[in-house]
């Protein structure tokens, strides 16, 4: 256990419908990252917080994508009108300085 | 384009062999991570890398920003070494990551 917590573990959803994710970092850190991960593949940058400032976006990150972190505290993660193509491990992290310190992740399955 | 590549994408050793994975980044980097992801998904932080050399237990990682590279050895490696290790140079606020190098020690 890293001390990142991410909720729901699992979750499968039919395509159109909206999903939202909560990464629960830990508390002192100030920098949180989103990351995605399809299967065989290494983790894709989504987006990063510094406290509750949204300071860089990946250009992967399409409009129906959109992440929060009001008081610099938990962050969430929102997709809409999911398709098939979205289904992959989603990563959050937390760091203050150095080291990143990964949540289990949750899995989202699009049918 | 792939701004990190990684070798081998595959490694079987035996106990005990001394194993090195390479990593080759095309980005400015003010920092380099080195990742485990184990079966399962969970990953965690190796190490943190900006020059030199580092160790921690078995493990050592190097790199050497002139030539964008960087190195992950393992001494006397051991069954529960088995996991994915990923390279993960950091810079402009965000992360770019290899595909991960597979590495399978068998007893």
């Known amino acids: 256990d890293t001390g990142v917590s991410q909720d729901p573990r699992h979750k499968i959803t039919k395509r159109g419908q909206n999903v939202t994710f909560r990464c629960d970092p830990i508390s002192e850190h100030n920098r949180l990252y989103w990351y995605r991960q399809t299967l065989g593949q290494g983790p894709e940058f989504l987006t990063y917080f510094q406290n509750e400032a949204q300071l860089e976006k990946s250009r992967l990150l399409s409009d129906r994508f959109s992440a929060e972190r009001p008081k610099g505290s938990f962050s969430t993660l929102e997709i809409q009108r999911t398709e098939q193509g979205d289904s992959a491990m989603y990563l959050c992290?937390?760091?203050?300085?150095?080291?990143?310190?990964f949540g289990p992740g949750t899995r989202l399955t699009v049918l | 384009k792939n701004e990190v590549e990684q070798s081998p994408q595959n490694l079987t050793a035996q106990e005990g062999e001394f194993i090195t994975i390479n990593c080759s980044y095309s980005v400015g980097i003010s920092a380099l991570h080195w990742l485990q992801q184990h079966p399962g998904g969970g990953i965690v932080s190796l190490f943190m890398l900006s020059s030199g050399k580092k160790k921690h237990g078995r493990l050592i990682a190097t790199i050497n920003i002139q030539e964008k590279h960087s190195s992950l050895h393992i001494t006397a490696s051991h069954p529960r070494d088995s996991a994915v290790y990923i390279c993960?140079?950091?810079?402009?606020?965000?992360?770019?990551f290899g595909t991960g190098t597979s590495l399978t020690v068998i007893p």
């Open positions: 993960a140079p950091e810079g402009g606020n965000q992360f770019y």
């Open positions: 992290a937390s760091t203050m300085e150095y080291e990143q310190f």
